[in-house]
Each structure stands twice: as structure tokens, then as C-alpha cells.
């Protein structure tokens, strides 16, 4: 065990009323347990309970919030693998539906677990059967109690993919001098954009480093697929015209839907495909659908869409590899409101073809790229978005897609030497 790390008085404040909400946490989890948002078989993982063996070798440890976090982690991953083939990695999350879409998509030597909360016994628990080598936080996600308790024990730490906005910087700021002197603790500070490497060094008041090396989202390994499953649906594709709609929200499929009524009106067998980013809607975008006169069903219940079907709602998890490989087209979801976007990589990586709405700022730097080179095309509204599925010249897209995820990629290799460095083992 190293020297007690320097923490200032806020920052022991913030690490005081977690060990005093302690008693709370296994209530708190039978509660979420009990509405379904804990997985029955593994939410005991956030208490630091687990059955799963610490691999033998050099352990990474890698922490994403959600979905989108913990698949951007697989780039990196791959990155780390090719250059030390010793290593064994440790991808953690929060979100229930980040651990079932991830263990379809695991890259090698890798396994996940939950996050422990950020209280005493969990935290000690989690370390104490992991020891890791490396940890590596990444996106907008980090956690008081772990940063300082790995510090404590001597492992180094990185923070990857950075993204602290102004109402995330402001945030934090209410909190003092904490969130810099956890920033201070980390080995290595990679920001995506210039404003959040601003925003962390206003944070820390000092001297301390950050690079600015992009996202790594761009550099994530394709989704797997089901060559069955890719194999059915371009033999639809090669009699119908098929879209994609993925990860999508109320308000995509609003503008989506009344688009396909258009495309329709033009060629009536074509087939829009729905991927929900939360699947227990599916329900609801069927009623949609119907409601605009399109025929629809659940993959749950129908493996393939009859002719008669218009739309065909991918009610399951770990598919959509499957979808982006089989359509030509897809529009991603959370473009059109609150959300913010969701990532277009997955998309890029896989042939499809980029459409997207004008809420994109979660992935800002991303659609940037993207449009400095056509390979993206924004729609505003459903006219805009049926026009772009019935053009043929959409389908060049695809080629800047590819240059621009080329480049920003370059920043992946950046961190990944950085975090090889770190390693002491």
C-alpha cells in the first residue's frame, strides 16, 4: 500500500456521507431489483460480491456508465491486446442493459461485471478479489470513493474520453476543490474535446496535464452478428429496399414512421427495420406504426418479416450487428430530441450508409467528422429523411464514413501507449 493520497476537506466530506448512507445499500437494490432495473442473477456484483475468478495475468480494468460507453471500450481493448497479448481485461457498468448487450459482444480475455456502489465495503470488496493493474475510467463517469481507494493502494489510473460539458463543469464545481483533487490522483488525463480538457483543468486550478485526444468511439470493434441472421436479411434486401432505424426513441420513430409512409407511397415493399434502445417499447412502436397505416411486428415472435410486413420491430439484444450489416441505410437514433444522438461508428464500421437529426451533441466532435468528409447527411424532417432513403446517391456516404473513422482513430493509439506505460507489470 502506497502514502495516503492529498484530499482536501470537500472531497473528505463527499467520501463521509457515503460511508454513512452505507446501511442503505442492499434496500436501494432489492428496490430496483424489484422493478426490474438489477439483474436477479448478478446485482449481488455491486455490493462487490461476485462468483466469477480473477484471471490469471495482467489485469485492466475498464469502467463505461452504459451501453455506448462499454462498447467504445472494445476499440481500446483491442488496441491494449495486439500490443501486450499477456493481458486480461475487466469492463465494468452501471446500467442492466450495458451488461446483457456487452456479454454478446465480449472481446477477448475480457469479462464483465457490475460496478460496486461507491460505499466502503463494496468498493474494498471489489478491489480486494480484482487487483487490478490498471484502471481506466472513460466518458463522463467517475467515482469519488474508488478513484481515492485505488490511489491509496498504488494502481494507476486514467481517465480516457473525457467529456465534462458546462453544466457538467458547473456541476461539479458546486463541490469545490473535490472533483480537481480526484482529478489530481489520475496517472493520465485524456479529454475528447478542448472544452473538456478546460473544463478539467479550471477544475484542478493547476498546472496539472490533460491531452486532448478525441473520442474513442471511432475506433470500436465492429458488433458481432449472426451469420444466419445477416445471411436471411440480405436476401430480403435483394427484393425489397430496407432502412434502418437504430437505437431509436418516441421522437425517431415519429419522424421515421411518417417517412416510411412516404417511401411507401413510392415503393410499397419496402421494409423499415426498428431497433428500440429500450426494447420493452415495442409494443408501443407497433401501435405506432399501425397508427400510421404500416403493418408491423416484433422479431420476438416473427424471425423474419412476412411480405406483408412494412415494419419490423428488433425487439431483442445483441442483434443489432446483424441489422447495420444487413441494411444499406440506417438513421440514428436520438437525433431528434432531448437525447442528443447516439453513436455512428457502429454504423460506419459496418457499411451503413449515416442519416441523422440536428441533435447530435453527445457526439458532437463525431458528426463533425463525419460531415467534413459527406459522410453523414442530416435530415430535418420526415420528407427530408424519405428523400434520403429513396436516393441512390446516399449510399456514397458510406465512403467518407470510412475516412473520417480512419482518423479519428489516431487518438485510440495515442491513449492506448500512454495506459501501456502505466502498467507496472
Not at 61 to 73: I, N, P
Not at 142 to 151: G, H, K, L, S
Not at 388 to 411: K, N
Request: charged share 20%; net charge neutral.
Amino acid at each position: 500500500m502506497t502514502s495516503k493520497p492529498k484530499i482536501g476537506p470537500m472531497l473528505k466530506l463527499v467520501l463521509g456521507v457515503g460511508a454513512v448512507l452505507s446501511p442503505l445499500a442492499q434496500p436501494l437494490l432489492k428496490r430496483r431489483l424489484a422493478k426490474g432495473k438489477e439483474d436477479p442473477a448478478r446485482w449481488r456484483e455491486k455490493l462487490g460480491e461476485t462468483s466469477a475468478i480473477r484471471p490469471d495475468g495482467p489485469l485492466v480494468w475498464m469502467h463505461g456508465v452504459g451501453v455506448g460507453e462499454v462498447m467504445a471500450l472494445r476499440g481500446l481493448i483491442e488496441h491494449l491486446a495486439l500490443e501486450r497479448a499477456d493481458l486480461q481485461f475487466l469492463v465494468t457498468s452501471s446500467a442492466r442493459s450495458s451488461g446483457e448487450v456487452f456479454a454478446q459482444n465480449l472481446p477477448t480475455n475480457t469479462r464483465h461485471q457490475y460496478l460496486p456502489l461507491d460505499l466502503p465495503s463494496p468498493v474494498e470488496a471489489f478491489l480486494d478479489h480484482w487487483k487490478p493493474d490498471l484502471a481506466v475510467w472513460s466518458d463522463q463517469e467517475i467515482w469519488p470513493r474508488m478513484v481515492v481507494t485505488c490511489a491509496r493502494r498504488g494502481i494507476p489510473q486514467a481517465y480516457v474520453a473525457a467529456r465534462i460539458g458546462k453544466a457538467s463543469a458547473k456541476a461539479k464545481a458546486r463541490f469545490g476543490a473535490a472533483y480537481g483533487d480526484l482529478f489530481r490522483l489520475l496517472d493520465a488525463r485524456h479529454a475528447q474535446d478542448a472544452n473538456s480538457a478546460k473544463h478539467m483543468a479550471d477544475l484542478m486550478d493547476d498546472n496539472t496535464p490533460v491531452a486532448v485526444t478525441g473520442s474513442i468511439k471511432a475506433a470500436g470493434a465492429p458488433l458481432t452478428f449472426d451469420p444466419d441472421v445477416k445471411n436471411t436479411f440480405e436476401t430480403i434486401k435483394n427484393t425489397r429496399r430496407m432502412w434502418l432505424l437504430a437505437s431509436s426513441h418516441p421522437a425517431d420513430e415519429a419522424i421515421a414512421l411518417a417517412a416510411h409512409k412516404i417511401i411507401c407511397d413510392t415503393d410499397p415493399g419496402a421494409l423499415l427495420i426498428i431497433a428500440p434502445r429500450i426494447i420493452t417499447r415495442a409494443g408501443e412502436v407497433v401501435e405506432h406504426a399501425q397508427n400510421h397505416q404500416l403493418s408491423a411486428s416484433l422479431r420476438s415472435i416473427n424471425p423474419t418479416p412476412d411480405h406483408a410486413t412494412s415494419v419490423y420491430i428488433a425487439d431483442t439484444y445483441g442483434e443489432l450487428g446483424s441489422w447495420y450489416r444487413a441494411a444499406s441505410i440506417a438513421l440514428i437514433g436520438g437525433t431528434f430530441d432531448a437525447v442528443e444522438g447516439h453513436n455512428p461508428w457502429e454504423a460506419a464500421t459496418l457499411g451503413a450508409a449515416i442519416l441523422h437529426g440536428s441533435r447530435t451533441s453527445n457526439f458532437a466532435l463525431d458528426y463533425e467528422a463525419l460531415t467534413a468528409v459527406q459522410g453523414c447527411r442530416l435530415v430535418h424532417n420526415a420528407e427530408d429523411l424519405a428523400a434520403a432513403v429513396l436516393d441512390p446517391g446516399t449510399l456514397e456516404l458510406r465512403r467518407g464514413a470510412i475516412e473520417a473513422r480512419a482518423s479519428m482513430s489516431r487518438g485510440a493509439m495515442q491513449i492506448t501507449n500512454n495506459l501501456l506505460s502505466l502498467l507496472k507489470v
